[in-house]
């Protein structure tokens, strides 16, 4: 979803990071960790809304690459 860098694809990409609870997380940890990968690279509030949430999640295997992937997206934001 995110290789062709539309806003479009953050929603679905959100909605999979939504998905599941406690006992489908590692179940689910992969696919998450491929929406957060999406998100990265994708312009819009919807993914950085979406990343923020997963920053904050109780997963800590989710929360480091989401915070990293805020951090990506917020230095290739600033201008050269």
Excluded at 17 to 25: C, D, I, M, T
Excluded at 36 to 47: H, K, Q
Excluded at 56 to 76: N, T
């Amino acid at each position: 979803l995110g290789r062709r860098g539309r806003a479009e694809a953050a929603r679905p990409s959100a909605a999979i990071l939504a998905h599941g609870g406690f006992f489908q997380r590692r179940k689910l940890r992969d696919l998450k960790l491929a929406a957060i990968t999406a998100l990265s690279g994708l312009p819009g509030r919807d993914a950085a809304d979406a990343l923020a949430r997963a920053a904050r999640s109780s997963d800590a295997q989710l929360r480091q690459p989401a915070a990293l992937a805020q951090k990506r997206r917020a230095q290739s934001a600033k201008p050269a």
